[in-house]
């Protein structure tokens, strides 16, 4: 790909993108503000004001994302992103590591995914190119004992003795990224790439050997990120999140591919790295201070897309939606606790964004994972400046005649009723247009409808997402708020293994975790009907998430209520409609294992860290993390004469 071509789309695309994103949020943050002046400035209001340009601008970027993946997919793709499908049948030049790190995992989940994902790729003649890695961190002596017993099962069942690998780390030294580190220090210059998977990861056997052609033919490439759509779970709460995403996700990754091209983001899993870029480059370093924010950095992912885009290396993301899943939390809470752990990893990056020599848009990339969280208090802010606001108008009343104005006459109230109505009216059309793109899109395509149970259920199926969506955000917001509170606060995450399977929750383990949320939205509630009553019917479905999150989360952790609505056609998605041969053979050999399994063993001795034909002989790729260094004032200055160059070749 001509890389002067590049650079120029990319200027093009992004001067479009960010100035359609930042005058949108000004249009409506004028409007806003010519309707709060219309009878008087207060310092509330103009903190309020500030707080709406903020979150303005984070929706409309949503927004423009969404119509820019839009308008990509109807024009059938971008002639700028990388495809999978224009390199069908070209030899593989380098070799690959499958890599999956696990910790405390469950299992048997593991190993009957690690076996879909060597028989698919076993099927193909390109399979010689690839060994697999079995990469544990755990803790248990129980589960490591199990996880090297399935190992052996699998690597027997396959005849693949010297190609599936499995090693166990002695010491849990920074978490999944020095896991990947000590693999790569250890074997990684053995091999061209290396495809990081999550525990609950599954790709076809086709999606691995896209990545590694798609390496071969883009050796400017450091990083692809494949798109991973959820799958694989049964409960109410999971399938809403299925169901939006399998409608919205192909949308918006061809959105963010348009816009972002070659300085892409990565997200840890589902993704191929070339390795020796990737060790010379993307070791990370302590961040100064403790933890929560300094210490070992949480959120990986997008740092070493970063220092890879430092390097010159491009990170891209592939919106092709074929061969690439993954699980989600099967609840509310579980939701939350994954959440918790992002949300400190991601609030750490506000100590890179000074980080000298990074990519611009690397910058907006951290700046992004920290408002993925902080936009939450953000919005529980103006929520409660607004009723202030109300409150302290309901208690004073309108001053038909300002105390220190001379006039005979009264100054009577201004409305902007009209203002009003189209203000209301732009917000529900930047919140709510880009689930209808991705319902088009879907309709217009015969396979997609079918998958998603006909037009009218697909329909159906998006109000029904959309009401749950309403009602659940509040005490998301609440989480999140809670999240970033205690992080500034210093208090660090306790690091658990994630929850996986249809897990349901009690009344009272509902209770007990929104139990300040019920308390919060009957207060909030109760002082808003004491003083200003009308305004209960803007607040109402805050609140209402707010008082019903413990029945709400009850509800939407149940399988029974999930399959419910799968036999009634509703939150399908075309994964379960015609399941690809990957998913229908997990869900085969996993029933297949529940259906066998029989009484707890003994339990087992301690696996050995390393069992001596579990791991191949070392070739080492030296990895070695620079310690921070930051912008000074001189740093910024040169970077503004650089953008200000005439000389077209200079990038900022």
């Not at 052996?152 to 166990?168: D, N, Q, S």
């Not at 959820?230 to 409960?235: I, K, S, V, Y």
């Not at 991601?346 to 611009?360: A, K």
């Not at 220190?404 to 009003?420: N, Q, V």
Request: charged share 20%; proline share 6%; hydrophobic share 50%.
């Amino acid at each position: 790909m001509d890389a002067g071509r590049l650079r120029r789309a990319a200027r093009r695309r992004r001067a479009l993108f960010f100035s359609l994103t930042l005058l949108t949020a000004a249009a409506a943050t004028g409007m806003m503000c010519d309707i709060l002046a219309a009878n008087g400035l207060t310092d509330l209001k103009d903190a309020g004001l500030v707080l709406f340009y903020v979150l303005f601008v984070w929706i409309t970027g949503a927004f423009w994302t969404a119509l820019a993946g839009f308008v990509v997919r109807l024009r059938g793709g971008d002639p700028l992103s990388l495809k999978p499908g224009e390199l069908a049948g070209r030899p593989l030049a380098g070799r690959t590591a499958v890599v999956m790190p696990i910790y405390n995992e469950e299992t048997r989940r593991v190993a009957a995914g690690l076996d879909v994902i060597w028989s698919s790729l076993a099927r193909l003649p390109e399979q010689s190119a690839f060994d697999l890695f079995i990469l544990s961190d755990t803790r248990k002596p129980e589960i490591a004992a199990a996880e090297e017993a399935a190992w052996r099962e699998l690597t027997a069942r396959h005849h693949a003795r010297g190609r599936i690998f499995y090693r166990r780390r002695a010491e849990n030294l920074s978490r999944k990224a020095g896991n990947i580190a000590d693999f790569v220090r250890t074997w990684g210059g053995a091999y061209d790439y290396a495809i990081v998977l999550d525990a609950d990861s599954i790709m076809s056997g086709e999606a691995l050997v896209s990545l590694a052609r798609l390496m071969d033919a883009h050796p400017q490439a450091g990083i692809i990120q494949a798109l991973p759509l959820p799958a694989g779970r049964e409960t109410f709460f999971a399938r809403l999140i299925q169901f939006a995403a399998r409608l919205s996700s192909p949308m918006l990754a061809s959105g963010l591919a348009w816009w972002q091209l070659g300085d892409g983001n990565y997200w840890g899993h589902n993704a191929i790295l070339r390795l020796k870029a990737f060790a010379a480059h993307c070791d990370l370093p302590r961040l100064r201070g403790a933890p929560p924010l300094g210490g070992e950095i949480l959120s990986h992912d997008f740092v070493e897309a970063a220092f890879m885009r430092r390097a010159g290396f491009q990170v891209w993301l592939v919106p092709d939606d074929s061969g690439s899943w993954e699980e989600v939390p099967s609840n509310i809470i579980d939701y939350a606790a994954r959440d918790r752990r992002w949300a400190q990893g991601n609030l750490q990056h506000l100590g890179l964004l000074r980080m000298r020599g990074l990519n611009w848009l690397s910058r907006v990339h951290l700046l992004t994972g920290v408002l993925s969280y902080a936009s939450s208090p953000l919005w529980l802010l103006v929520l409660l400046l607004s009723s202030t606001v109300v409150i302290v108008d309901a208690i004073h009343g309108y001053q038909y005649f300002p105390q220190g104005a001379y006039t005979l006459f009264p100054t009577w109230p201004k409305y902007r009723d009209g203002e009003i109505a189209v203000l209301i009216s732009i917000t529900v059309a930047v919140l709510f247009l880009p689930k209808i793109f991705g319902a088009l899109l879907a309709v217009r395509d015969p396979r997609l409808r079918r998958g998603f149970g006909g037009g009218g259920r697909l329909f159906a199926s998006l109000g029904i997402e959309q009401l749950f969506s309403i009602l659940l955000a509040p005490a998301m917001m609440l989480f999140h708020t809670t999240f970033v509170v205690t992080t500034l606060a210093g208090k660090p995450v306790v690091w658990h293994a994630q929850e996986r399977g249809d897990r349901g929750i009690t009344m009272l383990e509902a209770l007990r975790r929104h139990m300040w949320h019920l308390a919060i939205g009957l207060a909030w509630g109760a002082v808003i009907l004491a003083f200003a009553p009308r305004y209960i019917w803007w607040l109402l479905p805050v609140l209402a998430g707010m008082v019903l999150a413990a029945p709400l989360t009850v509800l939407t952790s149940r399988a029974q209520a999930g399959l419910w609505l799968r036999k009634h056609r509703l939150l399908l998605t075309p994964e379960e409609t015609e399941p690809p041969a990957e998913l229908a053979a997990l869900s085969a050999r996993l029933a297949a294992g529940a259906a066998t399994r029989e009484a707890p063993a003994p339990p087992a001795p301690e696996a050995a860290s390393e069992p001596t034909d579990a791991v191949p002989e070392n070739v080492p790729l030296p990895m070695q993390a620079q310690p921070p260094r930051y912008l000074t004032p001189r740093d910024a200055l040169a970077w503004i004469g650089r953008w200000w160059s005439v000389n077209p070749t200079s990038t900022p």
